[in-house]
């Protein structure tokens, strides 16, 4: 199983394949950048164009082919020989696919179909190079050339009273029946054989007893009848008067029979056909969930409704509808209709007790949005897991889970579970715009961003992901705001639209837009600004951007009275705007309707902990909130830094040390916080356990675990040892070369060596560029 060697591409040349492939994602353009990934091992985003061509190209062996050669570059043979052997099904002669098979099937144990495999590739070309090595290699003998065939030999003349039928020749020996010598007289009764309606062709004498049994209509035999079959002269007794009635049974079953078999066949052509149509459906409506938006749901809930017309207790069907109808209804703004007829097709599913992880996915999501997070995360969790245990993961119960993580302020693990289904199912846009939420409440923007883009790279203009980055784009110090004004466009301009709930919030995501724009204008020259209202739309008078933005607002929450989203929306506008009260108050409303959800909670604490003295507000509120929800580590760690910033360390050690109290849990901001605390205390060997797990759990967030690494060093030189103090702050300047406190500190440490003086004096410079207005200037400058 050879792999065509392939060099390194340069990043312009591989940009110029994804572009091509993105341009005509039905071309071929996928099979060089399939190739190109595989080279770079770069399996994921192979694996994901490589299924893109199968889908492109269901008539061809190739895509399939190359998606083996990527599972089999991960040791992933049973996968990479499932994929294979669908390529033979297509092209069922190509050498490649039978060469392919015959080595994966025999490293995977399946000697005989794997040599004979090799042979078949062999027959296809018997001068390929790569097949004789591996049947070389596999020690699969080439075929010897066949010996040609003896002539025939001409039989001896015999008399020809004496000579049986002649036989047929054929390529082995076979016995026939011979023909009897003379005719019976006509008075004999003889036996009627169902074969000998023709006349009689070679056989193997070991198949004939099996043939004539299956042939021969069965025969009722009376055990008084004494008929001497014997003497042809000899007078026949009368027959007795049970002997009649079996001539009927038999007559009865020749007629019976046929029919019965016939109903049976007939029924099993219709069972066929029936299981095909609710197969169809389904996969229908597998089709439409995929795309993630309000008019897809739509569509699978009459794709497996007409399943359900064909069988009404089809699991599977009523599971999709549980599943479609629980999002319509907690993600959509679907109303109580759609909540009735979620909880309908979970009760009608329920009652058959056969296994549907859409049925699961369906009753987690609905406890959830009906309030019972905590139970649905237990229940989900023990289907997770013996889904697991029987080998049979699941995207959708992964992706469920991690949602249900995500709305309880469980951020990293929401993170790895999101994370697991995204690697079960790489080109399911739901999960990457998911993964996108979770990365920006975790403030790692780049990242999120990149999910959005992955999640509209799969479906264009998707709703969550075009409002997740309008979102994030309007967060950032120094938005772009023509990218985000062009999205919040397309999402209202959609056709077909959105939900009403994501509408709703793309006209809050415009107001959030016209309020940034506005504070941003003053600040800019009468070009910037000229050019700034052409890219937004928004008006240079601040009078007529006012308005505007009230009528955005207003016709958001005439959209959809029931959303949190909305007034946390709201809330954060406020806060852009320094007003802290106003924004706490409107997202106290946001909590007023849906007290689950824990982001809401840190959203408050946040607008509570801007304003001087409201640390004890925002702790209070904290406190309400886990009393509500259990231990969530976010809500943990967000009244720990207010404790922190009421300077009760007592306090915030607790809520911290409660946020990582599971083993397997990773919290590294709570993390960070203790070790700071503990090395503030000196207690050394403390504060180093906690850091050293913060700076390894920070990953992909270079500052993050560049500030981790730096306390690491401060505690290092707290506790005297210098060597490993100056190694780990030199980690910390390598982690993130723009966190600045780094050099301030390292400047600091090394300024107790005079031999120092020029890497201080450096060092310190670097601080006071990067934060010229920085908490350590004054120090800095004195170095």
């Known amino acids: 199983m050879s792999t065509p060697s392939s060099k390194t591409l340069s990043p312009a040349e591989l940009a110029k394949l994804e572009h091509a492939f993105a341009s005509d994602p039905s071309s071929d353009a996928y099979k060089p950048l399939a190739e190109a990934y595989l080279a770079a091992s770069r399996f994921m985003e192979a694996m994901v164009v490589c299924k893109k061509g199968v889908k492109a190209h269901p008539d061809r062996a190739e895509p399939r082919l190359l998606l083996a050669r990527v599972y089999s570059e991960q040791g992933k043979d049973k996968k990479a020989l499932e994929e294979v052997l669908?390529?033979?099904q297509v092209q069922p002669t190509d050498k490649a696919s039978l060469r392919m098979a015959g080595v994966l099937q025999l490293k995977t144990g399946e000697a005989d179909a794997g040599k004979a495999n090799l042979l078949k590739a062999y027959e296809a070309d018997p001068a390929d190079a790569e097949t004789l090595a591996a049947m070389q290699q596999y020690k699969v003998p080439v075929p010897q050339a066949a010996a040609p065939a003896p002539a025939p030999v001409a039989p001896a003349p015999a008399p020809v009273a004496a000579a049986p039928a002649p036989v047929a020749a054929a390529p082995a020996p076979v016995a026939a029946a011979p023909e009897?010598?003379?005719?019976?007289?006509?008075?004999?009764?003889?036996?009627?054989?169902?074969?000998?309606?023709?006349?009689?062709?070679?056989?193997?004498?070991a198949e004939q007893p099996a043939r004539s049994a299956a042939r021969r209509p069965p025969v009722v035999v009376d055990e008084d009848d004494d008929v001497d079959t014997d003497d042809d002269d000899a007078p026949r007794k009368p027959r007795k008067k049970g002997a009649g009635n079996s001539k009927f049974i038999t007559l009865g079953l020749l007629i019976a029979?046929?029919?019965?078999?016939?109903?049976?066949f007939v029924q099993g052509r219709m069972a066929a056909q029936r299981n095909r149509e609710i197969k169809k459906q389904l996969e229908a409506a597998t089709e439409q969930l995929k795309h993630d938006s309000f008019d897809?749901?739509?569509?699978?809930?009459?794709?497996?409704?007409?399943?359900?017309?064909?069988?009404?207790?089809s699991t599977a069907a009523h599971g999709y509808l549980a599943y479609?109808?629980?999002?319509?209804?907690?993600?959509?703004?679907?109303?109580?209709?759609?909540?009735?007829?979620?909880?309908?097709?979970?009760?009608?599913?329920?009652?058959?007790?056969?296994?549907?992880?859409?049925?699961?996915?369906?009753?987690?999501?609905?406890?959830?949005?009906?309030?019972?997070?905590?139970?649905?995360?237990?229940?989900?969790?023990?289907?997770?897991?013996?889904?697991?245990?029987?080998?049979?993961?699941?995207?959708?119960?992964?992706?469920?889970?991690?949602?249900?993580?995500?709305?309880?302020?469980?951020m990293d693990r929401a993170k790895d579970n999101l994370e697991k289904a995204q690697a079960l199912a790489p080109d399911d846009p739901r999960i990457y715009a998911a993964l996108g939420a979770v990365y920006r409440r975790l403030g790692q923007d780049a990242i999120a961003w990149k999910n959005y883009d992955f999640a509209l790279r799969y479906e264009k203009d998707h709703p969550e992901s075009l409002l997740g980055k309008s979102l994030l784009m309007l967060e950032q110090d120094e938005p772009n705001f023509g990218l985000a004004a062009q999205m919040i466009k397309k999402l209202v301009d959609a056709q077909p639209p959105p939900s009403p709930r994501q509408l709703a919030a793309a006209y809050l995501a415009r107001s959030l837009l016209i309020s940034r724009v506005v504070a941003s204008m003053d600040k800019l020259k009468p070009e910037e600004q000229t050019r700034l209202v052409e890219a937004t739309g928004v008006p240079a008078d601040k009078e007529k951007a006012a308005q505007e933005l009230k009528k955005a607002e207003e016709t958001g929450f005439a959209l959809d009275k029931k959303s949190p989203e909305l007034s946390l929306i709201k809330g954060r506008r406020l806060l852009s705007e320094n007003k802290y009260d106003e924004a706490a108050t409107e997202i106290r409303k946001a909590i007023q309707i849906d007290a689950t959800r824990a982001q809401l909670y840190v959203e408050l604490a946040k607008?509570?902990?801007?304003?001087?003295?409201?640390?004890?507000?925002?702790?209070?509120?904290?406190?309400?909130?886990?009393?509500?929800?259990g231990d969530s580590p976010k809500l943990l760690t967000m009244l720990g830094n207010a404790y922190r910033r009421q300077n009760k360390l007592d306090d915030a050690l607790s809520a911290y040390q409660r946020s990582v109290k599971d083993a397997n849990a990773k919290n590294p901001e709570a993390r960070l916080a203790m070790g700071s605390i503990y090395r503030e205390r000196s207690d050394w060997a403390k504060a180093q356990d906690a850091l050293e797990k913060a700076s390894t759990e920070f990953i992909g967030q270079p500052?993050?675990?560049?500030?981790?690494?730096?306390?690491?060093?401060?505690?290092?030189?707290?506790?005297?040892?210098?060597?490993?103090?100056?190694?780990?702050?030199?980690?910390?300047?390598?982690?993130?070369?723009?966190y600045a406190p780094a050099y301030y500190f390292y400047a600091a440490f090394l300024s107790k060596d005079k031999k120092q003086a020029d890497k201080v004096k450096a060092l310190a410079k670097e601080y006071i560029s990067r934060e010229p207005k920085g908490e350590y200037v004054a120090q800095a400058q004195a170095l």
Not at 257 to 264: A, F, H, K, R, S
Not at 709 to 730: I, N, S, W
Request: glycine share 10%; with cysteine.
């Open 86 to 88: 669908g390529a033979l």
């Open 180 to 205: 009897p010598a003379a005719p019976a007289p006509a008075t004999r009764r003889a036996p009627v054989a169902a074969d000998d309606d023709d006349a009689p062709r070679p056989k193997a004498r």
């Open 257 to 264: 029979v046929p029919i019965i078999l016939g109903g049976y």
């Open 296 to 313: 897809s749901y739509k569509k699978a809930c009459e794709a497996a409704d007409k399943a359900l017309e064909v069988d009404p207790d």
């Open 324 to 410: 479609a109808y629980a999002i319509r209804w907690g993600e959509h703004g679907g109303g109580d209709d759609a909540r009735n007829k979620a909880e309908e097709h979970l009760n009608a599913a329920k009652k058959s007790g056969e296994i549907s992880s859409h049925l699961y996915a369906a009753e987690a999501l609905f406890k959830t949005y009906g309030g019972k997070g905590k139970d649905a995360l237990t229940e989900l969790e023990t289907h997770v897991k013996t889904f697991d245990e029987q080998g049979k993961r699941s995207s959708l119960l992964y992706l469920t889970l991690g949602l249900i993580q995500m709305n309880a302020g469980d």
């Open 607 to 629: 607008a509570l902990m801007g304003k001087q003295g409201g640390e004890k507000e925002a702790a209070e509120a904290l406190v309400t909130a886990l009393k509500t929800m």
């Open 703 to 738: 500052d993050r675990a560049a500030a981790a690494l730096l306390e690491l060093a401060r505690v290092f030189e707290g506790k005297g040892d210098a060597a490993k103090a100056d190694e780990t702050y030199q980690k910390a300047l390598n982690a993130d070369e723009n």
